[in-house]
């Protein structure tokens, strides 16, 4: 299956371009990597990565996407792509969690034993998921949940390596590891849970909430 890969949901932003076969080997994979987040032009990204693998837009089979938790604005840029792809093309689409990304990017870098993947959170708070990494892989054992950065800060067990985009702005000797659009590519060829484009959402662990404004009070002097 022809894949193409959109990795978005940090600072460093990644597409790739992979033909493997489901369980098989690779035929081809490449990858283009840019820093600069909202600076980043995605089309150029892919259109550079499709150039080097000699592969026209038609030819892709699926797109699968990094839905985060990271950067919304990153993330929602890559689901819009990958709707558009689907409605032109009847492409399939696969979402996949950019924290397993990120473990299986540390298991590539050759990290092992109990791996904690941090993301910025905003407010304080970080995204952490913990999996235990072997020569098979990453193994998660507490899934994703909302954590107060002071609160890992004094609760880090001894020996426990921390990872992530930016994990080093809490924890000094924390490894810095992105989620990488090749290892997307790699995990998505051994999935077949397509989903269609208007129920790709960013995964967000907080509730959503609105407020309403209060309607605008008119006086004489704003009327005048």
């Known amino acids: 299956m022809k894949i193409l890969a959109l990795e978005f949901s940090s600072p460093q932003r990644s597409v790739a371009f992979l033909d493997a076969m489901p369980g098989g080997p690779a035929l081809y994979a490449g990858e283009v990597v840019r820093s600069g987040g909202r600076a980043t032009p995605a089309f150029a990204l892919i259109e550079e990565v499709l150039a080097q693998a000699g592969v026209e837009r038609e030819a892709i089979e699926c797109v699968a996407v990094g839905l985060g938790p990271g950067s919304y604005h990153g993330i ?9 792809w689907q409605l ?8 996949l969690s950019s924290a397993e990304c990120i473990a299986a990017q540390a298991h590539a870098d050759g990290l092992h034993g109990h791996v904690t993947v941090a993301v910025d959170a905003q407010r304080d708070e970080l995204y952490v998921a913990d999996y235990e990494i072997d020569g098979a892989g990453p193994r998660e054992v507490r899934p994703l949940r909302l954590a107060a950065v002071k609160q890992m ?16 702005n809490w924890f000094a000797d924390g490894r810095v590891v992105f989620p990488r659009a090749e290892t997307l590519s790699r995990l998505a060829a051994n999935r077949t849970d397509f989903i269609a484009g208007e129920k790709l959402e960013p995964i967000y662990l907080r509730a959503t909430s609105f407020v309403k404004a209060k309607p605008p009070t008119f006086t004489h002097e704003t009327a005048r």
């Open 153 to 168: 800060q004094s609760e880090r067990k001894a020996g426990r390596v921390l990872v992530g985009p930016e994990v080093t």
């Open 76 to 84: 929602r840029v890559a689901i819009a792509l990958a709707q558009g």
């Open 88 to 95: 032109a093309r009847g492409t399939l689409l696969l979402g």
